[in-house]
């Protein structure tokens, strides 16, 4: 019987996720190029034949690629001094500088519309600011404005990629007379070429996927791209699939071509630093004043990327008048007493969330862990096949699976009614963030020998008691992880629930851009702090209690 559930399991799984994710996929090209049943290329080259489309797709590219150049120039400095010289040492750097890449870009995003706006906080505070706004809501805006949300992904890689060079290649090349220069441009460069080169791929993947910030900030200024545009044509009147799905295609084409140039990177330009023999960093020692240059560097990116946006959101979140500004007595906590008391929408948004979020993370945490079992344990020969369907999604732009999810479900609702219910939004969470479960429990699984199980087997464990004794308590703190970031991300999620959440159906982010684009800036403003506040405090209360937890 437990071998014929063994044989069972892989086969059933990969069904399961062939209906989630592949189905889905498949949809999208077969939407893009059959008509009435017909193999149809007409569509798709009239979609991709507009002018207007092809000056999107070029927009996409531009902004990912200067997205890459901005993000670099903000991490590279940083990165260094966190991994040569005495800043190092300070360690809370390293959580401080994750914040960006935590805050949702829609909030982020809206933080910074409200403080450069005309009259906005910005010119509140200093007058003489007046006229800034005309930069800002420009390309360069929506450059910088990305650039600080994905900086600290760069900053990971430049800083990890750093840490593994040892300091004996710099201080040979300058026992050899080379320079601090030389050293950079002969040494240092070249060994982080590899490493720098997958984290610029990621950041584009990631920017061309983007759709909170180009959503806010890029409609304000006509800068339209791959994101909103499938959006557009998948949810505004006359609503478009089929060129929703060829541009989705389209899109898919850019990201794969990407993830390739990416693994031929890897193999090429990946150099091996760590032997067998002991590295030694020795500390940059430096100047005085550049030390204190490194210390404003360092606040300046700060306020820049957290500061700001965060204080534009509170601020706005408490100011009664929003035409008073700063003035004395313009401040409330009413706008957070309305969203629990009068305001039934914005209590509903968040339970919404909350219920979505529990759910779609319990239901990844059960899946994904299922699958890490079967690919380690069995010796079916597609096993490897289910572990890489199920962490596709990852590799493919959110708003696309989404669409897929669309068509696919909305083709079969005669047989299973599930589009337009709560439950085609658990479903579509579940498949966008499974890959999270499945990274962070195999993670765990990899360092448990198998002679554990081995050993259970021995003294005549039962496969289940095996599971629950023995496999459980040493993966759970990997399973945790993943239920964690799956809760955290799905309840802040937008693309997904701005495009199948059932009519009159409100989730926080929904509830936030509403308020945002219908004037009720304060009411909306509140709910993201709520959402950001719930967010990290959830985060840091399991972080807590993982590590309370150590087998």
């Known amino acids: 019987m437990n071998n014929t559930i063994k044989k069972l399991g892989v086969p059933v799984l990969l069904a399961i996720l062939v209906v989630l994710i592949v189905c889905p996929l498949v949809m999208i090209f077969a939407k893009a190029v059959i008509t009435d049943g017909h193999l149809d290329m007409t569509l798709a080259a009239q979609t991709l034949k507009n ?61 910074w519309i409200l403080f450069m706006q005309k009259r906005g906080l910005l010119q ?24 600080l949300h994905v900086f600290p992904f760069m900053l990971t890689m430049l800083k990890n990629a750093m840490l593994n060079i040892p300091s004996s290649l710099e201080e040979a090349g300058a026992v050899f007379g080379a320079g601090f220069g030389s050293r950079l441009r002969k040494i240092f460069i070249p060994l982080l070429s590899g490493n720098y080169a997958i984290g610029a791929l990621l950041v584009f993947v990631k920017t061309i996927s983007e ?9 304000r200024i006509g800068f339209d791209v791959f994101t909103t545009e499938i959006h557009r044509y998948a949810t505004v009147a006359p609503v478009a699939f089929g060129k929703a799905a060829t541009l989705s295609s389209v899109l898919i084409g850019v990201c794969l071509c990407m993830w390739l140039l990416q693994n031929y990177i890897t193999t090429r330009r990946t150099y091996n630093l760590v032997s067998g023999k002991g590295k030694k960093f020795t500390e ?11 210390w404003i560097y360092i606040v300046l990116v700060l306020v820049i990327a957290v500061g700001i946006p965060y204080f534009s959101v509170i601020s ?14 313009n401040f409330t906590f009413q706008h957070y007493v309305e969203l629990f008391t009068e305001n039934t929408k914005g209590i509903n948004a968040l339970l919404n969330s909350f219920v ?37 999604p990852e590799m493919l732009p959110g708003i696309v699976l989404v669409i897929g999810i669309m068509l696919f479900w909305n083709q079969i609702y005669n047989v299973l009614p599930l589009y337009n219910t709560m439950g085609i939004l658990v479903l579509a969470y579940v498949v966008l963030f499974l890959p999270y479960t499945i990274q962070y429990v195999t993670s765990s699984f990899s360092q448990v020998s198998g002679s554990l199980m081995a050993a259970g087997q021995v003294f005549g464990g039962s496969p289940v008691y095996i599971f629950r004794r023995i496999t459980l308590p040493l993966i759970k703190k990997g399973v945790a992880a ?70």
């Open 51 to 111: 002018s207007d489309n092809l000056k999107m797709i070029g927009n996409s590219l531009l902004l990912s690629a200067l997205v890459v150049i901005v993000s670099t120039l903000i991490a590279a400095p940083l990165a260094y001094l966190f991994s040569r010289t005495r800043f190092a040492k300070y360690r809370f750097f390293d959580i401080v500088f994750m914040i960006p890449f935590m805050t949702p870009p829609y909030i982020a995003s809206m933080g």
């Open 124 to 147: 509140q505070l200093l007058p003489k600011a007046a006229g800034c706004e005309k930069w800002f809501f420009t390309l360069a805006g929506l450059v910088i404005v990305m650039s």
């Open 211 to 219: 759709y909170g910030t180009p959503s806010t900030l890029g409609k």
């Open 284 to 294: 940059v020692k430096l100047p005085a004043v550049v030390n204190v240059q490194a």
């Open 316 to 329: 706005t979140s408490l100011i009664k008048l929003r035409g008073y500004g700063f003035a004395k007595g």
């Open 356 to 392: 979505l979020a529990v759910t779609a993370a319990t239901i990844c945490a059960l899946l994904g862990t299922l699958i890490v079992l079967a690919v380690r344990r069995s010796k079916f020969r597609f096993r490897k096949v289910l572990e890489g369907v199920g962490l596709l």
């Open 482 to 551: 993943g239920w964690m970031m799956t809760f955290i991300i799905s309840f802040r999620e937008l693309v997904t629930a701005s495009l199948i959440a059932p009519p009159n159906t409100l989730v926080v982010s929904t509830f936030i851009v509403r308020e945002f684009e219908q004037g009720s800036v304060s009411v909306g403003m509140a709910m993201a702090v709520i959402c950001v506040f719930f967010t990290t405090t959830a985060l840091l209360i399991l972080n807590r209690a993982i590590d309370r937890k150590k087998v």
